[in-house]
């Protein structure tokens, strides 16, 4: 019987950094330094040189991260917010735990990012910000956003939760607008040992309302400007992040020939549609998301046959139950729920070796044969 394939290889990235990590938590015990402090500078520091931006803040996850961001750029209670239907439910989350709505738009059909066109069709009096998702680990297309949102005063705010190093000919992701939320959930490119994020921006005013919400609305200890929230990056997922970022440009690298592996692997299989790079973007494979007919049947085939796939996402936001207060109805964007229904992510990550992805190129031949 073929050894199982992991969906993710957390263990083998820990276990590369272990050596690092382990002396600075025993020094981070024996000091008690659990809040801010040294290492949590020096990340967002280095974060913010790696990435190209005057701020990065480290936050206790990317979902407060994302709602941190929204508030800085003035993000209130009834404004909307546009962002696509083919997401994680926490972009929008994160916009309605503020007492804003999301507005959610259909993606393009060859790369399901967001759909500039249907962004703009989008807009009314009450948007206050657009929320373009770097999904999958590719940068959406902000360039053409921007002028639409610049005219409009509209604030864009990147979801940048899957895309750690991804860069297009508009320039690398989490620059691209007034601030940009990230996720170092373990899973992500860049993951920490729990939950954690950040908040990027090169602006200097929205970095400081990031930092005084994030500490319960407070610059000064007792003295609260306003109700904030307690969002702050624990100490110890400051040194697991610096030692991964150090690493991340070659691990981004392995996932890149991986995927490259897997295009050639699967080249010769009609029913599959392999990811397409948009032009101009250098993807960083966050996920390798294929399309096939009969997805749940040829998932459960994959999983029987050891190999770890999944689903990202089997519901759009837009008709999840959570949202369904807002009255969307199946058909409203029919690229998104398409998608939906034929989407099946492969294992990746930059321990994937070359013997695994034929073995999932193999299980998924055979399964697609059983049609």
């Known amino acids: 019987m073929s050894a199982h394939i992991p969906f993710l290889d957390i263990a083998s990235q820990q276990a590369e950094i272990a050596d690092e990590v382990l002396p600075v938590w025993r020094e981070q015990f024996l000091s008690a330094e ?54 994680f439910i926490a972009t929008a989350e994160a916009v309605s735990r503020i007492g804003a709505v999301p507005v959610f738009v259909d993606v393009d059909a060859e790369h399901l990012l967001i759909d500039p066109d249907a962004v703009e069709a989008a807009i009314t009096p009450r948007t206050r910000a657009i929320a373009p998702v770097h999904l999958y680990g590719q940068t959406a297309p902000v360039e053409r956003i921007r002028p639409v949102a610049d005219a409009r005063g509209i604030a864009i705010v990147e979801d940048a939760a899957q895309a750690q190093g991804a860069v297009s000919d508009a320039g690398r992701a989490g620059t691209l607008g007034r601030a940009a939320a990230t996720s170092f959930y373990p899973g992500k490119n860049l993951g920490a040992a729990g939950d954690a994020g950040a908040v990027l921006t090169d602006d200097d005013g929205i970095a400081a309302v990031i930092r005084n919400l994030a500490a319960h609305g407070s610059s000064v200890k007792y003295v609260h400007d306003r109700i904030g929230m307690n969002a702050r990056l624990d100490a110890v997922q400051a040194p697991v992040l610096r030692a991964k970022l150090r690493r991340l440009d070659g691990w981004n690298a392995a996932r890149r ?10 080249a010769d299989i009609d029913e599959v549609r392999t990811p397409v790079v948009r032009e101009g973007n250098e993807d960083v494979w966050h996920l390798y998301v294929v399309q096939v007919p009969e997805r749940d049947r040829v998932l ?16 759009p936001v837009h008709l999840s139950e959570a949202y369904a207060g807002l009255g969307y109805r199946n058909g409203q964007f029919p690229v ?16 994937l070796t070359v013997e695994q992805q034929a073995q999932v190129a193999a299980a998924l031949r055979e399964s697609l044969a059983r049609r």
């Open 257 to 266: 020939t991986a995927a490259a592996r897997y295009g050639d692997l699967l």
């Open 300 to 315: 459960t085939d994959l999983n029987a046959a050891g190999v770890g796939a999944a689903i990202h996402y089997p519901t």
């Open 34 to 87: 659990f809040i801010g402090g040294e290492q949590v500078a020096a990340f967002e520091a280095e974060y913010a040189a790696y990435i190209g931006v005057r701020h990065v803040i480290g936050v206790s996850n990317g979902t407060d991260a994302l709602e941190l961001a929204f508030r800085a750029v003035g993000v209130a209670p009834g404004d909307e917010v546009v962002m696509p239907a083919n997401t």
């Open 336 to 351: 998104a729920e398409a998608a939906a229904d034929r989407i099946l992510s492969l294992p990746m990550h930059p321990h």
